[in-house]
């Protein structure tokens, strides 16, 4: 069939050059044995794509995975794979379901956290606390159970309990001093709860804590901080760090040559 009378959601979506088969991780590449070999490498170079592509291109990354999905949808590592792809872009109800599937073929457990903030994206936040106290949360690693309960506080805080909220968080991590990016998060989502109680002395402290140990940059903790402070984050360089200005004392550097409010409707992508 020539290629413009085919069905878009049958013509693959092309493959970024740097990816190849031998990039897939060894799990899902045990998962592609059951298919034909020619099949396998062609569904494992589209997972290798939408991996790459997740953070800085989401929606191609999400294209590369749920043609993997059409092409080897029994396969769990591609159920997997998809589900992510498209718990990044916003499609809640599509991730919940392959990750479902995902955790019923393989057993694996580890992406309770992004089905659990799936049922929070669709405004299921008692649903989304079931899911953080799925008994198989236990058994999880360290950095998986950490994002489990900052998900149940974000879905308290759903629910308007805000102190129920902070108590989700308060767990012996909290006194973790090594950077390490679940550690940032659990600090960023402490102090950000704090903020919200009104305990802004607290928040500096761990909106610190969080930029301390945040070597990845998973977070925006510094501009936080700064915020707290009265201040504004304006550079960084590398010999004297991060550079502060009071943000009340801050001139413009020119005059704006527009002061009419803008339509909402172009902030819009």
Do not use: C
Request: charged share 35%; net charge negative; proline share 6%.
């Amino acid at each position: 069939m020539p290629r413009e009378d085919r069905d878009p959601a049958d013509i693959a979506p092309q493959l970024p050059e740097e990816v190849s088969y031998s990039q897939l991780d060894p799990e899902t590449r045990r998962d592609l044995h059951s298919l034909p070999k020619s099949l396998a490498e062609l569904v494992g170079k589209h997972i290798v794509a939408a991996g790459m592509l997740l953070d800085e291109d989401p929606e191609r990354a999400y294209a590369h995975a749920a043609y993997a999905r059409r092409k080897a949808s029994r396969v769990p590592g591609v159920r997997e794979a998809s589900g992510v792809a498209a718990y990044t872009v916003g499609k809640w109800q599509e991730a919940l379901s392959d990750l479902r599937a995902a955790r019923r073929m393989s057993g694996r457990d580890n992406f309770l956290a992004l089905m659990a903030d799936s049922e929070r994206g669709l405004g299921r936040p008692e649903r989304a606390l079931e899911l953080t106290n799925d008994p198989a949360a236990k058994d999880l690693d360290v950095a998986d159970r950490i994002e489990l309960r900052i998900v149940a506080s974000g879905a308290r805080r759903d629910m308007g309990d805000t102190k129920a909220a902070l108590a989700e968080l308060q767990v012996p991590e909290l006194k973790e001093r090594r950077a390490r990016p679940w550690v940032a998060r659990l600090f960023y989502a402490y102090a950000d709860v704090l903020e919200e109680l009104g305990r802004e002395d607290d928040a500096r402290e761990y909106f610190s804590r969080a930029s301390a140990v945040d070597s990845d940059g998973v977070t925006d903790a510094d501009e936080r901080l700064a915020a707290l402070e009265g201040m504004e984050l304006v550079d960084y360089d590398a010999e004297d760090g991060i550079v502060w200005t009071d943000a009340e004392e801050q001139e413009p550097l020119e005059e704006p040559r527009d002061t009419a409010p803008r339509d909402r409707g172009e902030d819009r992508d």
